[in-house]
Structures are given as structure tokens and as C-alpha cells.
């Protein structure tokens, strides 16, 4: 078993992303590891989003988003958009980025990126999941590897989120 909840949860196969967000006149972005397909036909992705996130707010009142997909060497990337609130400073300013169709910001030196639009967002548990339809997307390097979950190790210092034991369950069968 492993030697915490924390290191069993982080060997998960998730990739690492930067979420671009816009609204009105507003741009910013914040790295995200919680997201996959869901399906083919309609094209669609499930993204885990903080409600106490900066973005969230900007996330739900454009019901867009933009997913830009990170290559391995990226993490200072990551750690730039996953460390630092956009509440109160423009982590975008430093960043060659683009929009895409509708407006939502990307990271031009990516792997690739989506263009999303919120079908439904619920509430799970501390955060809350955000269903998606992909309308666009380009993929901007063939040959590069996508960055994981695992490379950035607990950069976030999201570790300390985990409990330190998994919930006793008395009425299995």
C-alpha cells in the first residue's frame, strides 16, 4: 500500500493543463489536472474545477473555456499558472498567448489546445465538475510529449489536502 493517500492519488495517469478563462474584457488562467473525455459524439470533456478558485467566477459567467495542453518540459508553465492567484495580478501579461474562436485565452508554445463550452456544472464534493462540449481545437506540436500529473510532484501543495486516512466503511459487504 502506498505510504499515503496523497502518494496513491498523485500516481493517477492525469495530464497537466492550463485553463484560460475570459470575461468581458478579463482574461486569466490557472493549471488543472482534473480533466478527461467523456465522449465522442458530442465531443466532450469533464473538468474539476475549486469554487474558490480566482477563475471560477469568469469560468461561469462566460460558460467558455480554453484547455491548453502542456509538453513534459513545461512545468515552469505549470507552476506559473498553478501557483500565483489571478485575483490580484496578470498571469497572462508574461505569456505569448492567443485566443481561440470564442475569445478564451491559450498558450501559444503548447502541445495543443480546445475551445470548450459548460453544458453543466455540479457540485462535487470541494470542488465542482464542469462538463464541456468542444467545439474547436488545434494541435500545435506532433513530436511533443504531454506533460502528467506526476511530474510536477506536489508543486501546489495540494498534499495536504488529502485526508490522512481513507474513510472507515462499516457497512461493506
Known amino acids: 500500500m502506498a505510504r499515503s493517500i496523497a502518494e496513491l492519488f498523485q500516481r493517477l495517469t492525469t495530464g497537466i493543463y492550463v485553463i484560460g478563462v475570459a470575461d468581458g474584457n478579463r482574461r486569466d488562467a490557472f493549471t488543472a489536472a482534473w480533466l478527461t473525455q467523456v465522449s465522442f459524439d458530442p465531443l466532450m470533456v469533464a473538468l474539476s474545477v475549486n469554487p474558490d478558485n480566482a477563475s471560477h467566477a469568469m469560468l461561469k459567467n462566460s460558460g467558455r473555456f480554453a484547455v491548453t495542453i502542456l509538453k513534459q518540459e513545461q512545468l515552469e508553465l505549470a507552476r506559473h499558472f498553478g501557483t500565483r492567484s489571478g485575483a490580484d495580478t496578470d498571469k497572462l501579461a508574461p505569456i505569448d498567448w492567443a485566443e481561440t474562436p470564442a475569445g478564451m485565452p491559450y498558450l501559444k508554445a503548447a ?22 462540449s468542444v467545439h474547436a481545437g488545434e494541435l500545435l506540436d506532433a ?3 504531454p506533460m502528467s500529473d ?24
Request: hydrophobic fraction near 45%; charge should be negative.
Open 111 to 132: 502541445l495543443a489546445w480546445l475551445d470548450c463550452r459548460v453544458n453543466t456544472i455540479t457540485p462535487a464534493g470541494d470542488h465542482e465538475l464542469v462538463l464541456a
Open 143 to 145: 513530436e511533443a510529449v
Open 150 to 173: 506526476a511530474e510536477t510532484g506536489n508543486m501546489d501543495n495540494s498534499a495536504a489536502l488529502f485526508p490522512a486516512s481513507f474513510p472507515s466503511d462499516h457497512g461493506h459487504s
